[in-house]
């Protein structure tokens, strides 16, 4: 026995208890001796995380009101046999188990003669209670959120999902302070390498506290310098299953009211939760309204920059005296024009994300008068600079990604800086860069512009939606032996339906 | 806990797994060397329509692409059934397809500052040929090798949409007459044109000599397609332009960056201006990564170790700095390619004979 190990002896383990959660100090750590059959006993907890009336009543009333003990070996057996009225409860010797589930909120039983402490489930802490989602809104579609407590969102998802395929598995990640992971996969669908790889990842964490799972996806993302994220964060359970479904892994993390999912490509950035929900015309037109965004964010304010400065040639003499005289009477040149109103819209958009909420007021005053109205009047930037700019940000508000939103604006940027440079080359060159980066980007070694390139069989599904009756197949990172979503025809009704 | 009827069927899955995934390596190359394909006709047609080597490229196309997809073929099946491809003679070949490599590689960046120079006129020929390779620099690295063929079949829908936006654009300008002067010069031109873009389109071609991932029959045919959708594209483009030129325009001795944005300049429309501009110097940066990182791979299978990109960026940007090499290069540029092709072809079948032979004894 070493000194990590609970033995028999009492006071050696309250001993060992007291000093590792120090117990003088700690003045919501509660060690409550009391006496069972005459031998002693003590419980030990965290004051207001359990739930004191069920350690009262399962616990310290079962304890006190036992009459007769066993021999010490089968004391255990007895106590979690017949003594606690826990629905889970577990006997285990090691001190730093004990040590973790105490923290956890869970109650841990030492008594003299019995090896090791009995460890109860009574987490009691205050929690918040499922609301809608913040920041993933849909007109259609179920409105619950996840919430910060891991256990009510793997519920959360085995409500959706009621099926015995659906694993939840227990990890823990972090050294010093370690916290609860869940991976969920549908077994069977999810290939195996990849929920594999997944745990090799996380147990190959060496952080001492992962505060986030946003963090958490970045030690476990493929490619941590590339601008794009590879992994996807929800805060959708409805989501969160259509995830599961394509055969992609769900990690859901204590405290965090979100959850993260890998793999996944650039074209799950771009499906916004509600698409299916809708009828195919529907979700085929706004899918499309939202590419013509993101290229629009992307490249109209280069474009803009490069006709104006290097090619004037390319416009028409209309287009260019109009042009040109909204820019006659601004002092500064174009380019830095340009920067300077899209790192302005870019520092708004910062600023309203923190502001508080009874602020918001004046924040629009200042984005909208001050800098909408004011500039033009007094001349320091043209009018139609700042209707591409508003394009351009409109664009990027069609993108339901916030990390793929921050991405296309740096990427914007850079595409203004190098059309500043050398107009339509310098664009192109950025956008050969760009995308030949991108395209040997991987999550979990899936490519991540698949199904388009490199060409992999697929639903109808990616840029356009077409009906749901023809999206017969998985995900591409779906189990290749588990590809087929429904045999026969969907609408097995329709006699006429072609399919 | 295994899943219901995996057992059986997982070992068969596994190989049909990987069976697509080699399909998909396969279709990708494929659509890389179609993009070369097209590039070097489109860079062709920018030499034989202005009458630099002859007369218009549809017109050599369709008289002298069966040919060389003959040669192509036989070099191909050689190549693929005997396996001699890891001896001397293979890896000679593998240097002679390497030179016409090197040839695509020093046309497309003189192609590409070309254009630069056209619509940048101030710029300095040796700072763009420099940013241009450094550009390209990234798409060459071993680790990201997949990324290359990745993004030309990415690029291929807004390629097509791209063309047919800017051609759609200029059509109504056209008139079918510009067609027949050039068709009305004898013999000896057309075929001199024709002898200039059959090598053209031989030495794109041999790519396709390099090591392809293996693959079945269906995947193969799926291939081929996409390099006769890359002839296709390449012979349209090389009517419309002719189409929309009138006759005059083809006897200016313009530079090769005029001469390639020549259609779009005659009726210029912002968008249909903006988006060929950027379409060709797209298509030259893919066809300059591609036909490097090809040979570099080519090298460094004869050399039996990975090769830098110092010794191509020694080489390739010759033509670029300097016109007179650049013309030289045009004008021997059909001769050295035939050389190479021919070569490639030769050494492969003695190779297989000799390998035959030693069978047999």
Redesign the interface.
Known sequence: MNDKTLGKSYEKNKSLIENAVQAQKNEDMKIRPFRMAGKQAAYVFIDGMVDLTRVQLFVMDPCMDVKELPPDEELSDFITGQVLRLASVEVTTSLDNVLMRICQGDGALIVDGMEGAVIGEVKGYSRRSIGQPVNETVIMGPHEGFCETMRDNVVLIRRLMRTP?LISEAVTVGDQTPMRVSLMYL??VAPRETVDEIRRRIQGCRVDYVSSIGMLGQLLEDNPYALVPQTLITERPDRAVSFLLEGQVVILMENAPLALVMPVGLLHHYHAPDDTSMRWQYGTFLRLLRMAGMLIALFLPA?YVA?TV??P????LS?LTSVLESQSKVPLSLFPSMLLMLLAFSLINEAGARVPGAMGASLSIVGGIILGQAVVVADLFSPLLIVVVAISGLGIYAVPSYPLTLALRIAQLMLVVLAGL????G???G???L???L??LTSLHF?Y?SP??????ANPDAIIRMPVWRQRLRGYTA????MNRAVGPMRAWDKEDKQ | MIFHGQTRTAVHSRQAALGQRQGESLQNHFTLSAMLLYAQLVIGCGFVLYQQVGTPGYMSILLLFLPMTGLYFISCRLAEKTGIREGLMGKTADVLLFVCLLMDAQLSLYAFTAIVREILPDYNTALITLVTLICVLPSLHRQHSHALPSFARLLRYPMVVGLGISMLGSMRYGRLDHLFPLLGRGAESVLSGAFWMSTSLSAALTPLLIRTPPSGKLQRRQGYRSLSIGLLLGAATALVAAYLMPYHFLTLPDALGTRLLMPIKVHPALISWSVTVCLMMLLMLVSLSASLSRGLHLLSHVTGRPVGTGLAFLLVPLPALSTDIARQIVLNLPMIRLVCILGTVLLLGMGCLAKKGRAKK
Do not use: D
């Not at chain 1, 050398?422 to 080359?425: D, I, S, V």
């Open positions: 395929k077994n069977g474009v006709l290097f090619h040639e390319g416009m028409s287009l050398a107009g339509y080359a664009i192109v060159m956008t050969f860069l995308l030949t980066r395209c040997s490519p512009f388009l390139a490199p060409g992999r069989p189990n290749a032996f588990r």
